[in-house]
């Protein structure tokens, strides 16, 4: 599993976790810049092994 930073045609920028078979897991929102990106992945890598998994069906 990975993440990737990418680039929108308005220049905006989001991220991705990829799985080993390099499908999309999960993205994030549109963010203004790259800093914003790596900010919230560090938040996702520190806050994952914790979060509550909250089934609304």
């Not at 930073?5 to 990829?18: K, L």
């Not at 990106?37 to 520190?46: E, F, G, N, Q, T």
């Amino acid at each position: 599993m990975y993440f990737e930073i990418v680039r929108s045609a308005t220049g905006q920028f989001m991220w991705r976790i990829r799985g080993a078979n390099h499908e999309i897991m999960a993205s994030s929102e549109l963010m203004r810049d790259k800093a914003s990106c790596y900010s919230a992945i560090a938040v996702v890598k520190r806050d994952a092994p914790t979060a509550e998994v909250v089934d609304k069906t």
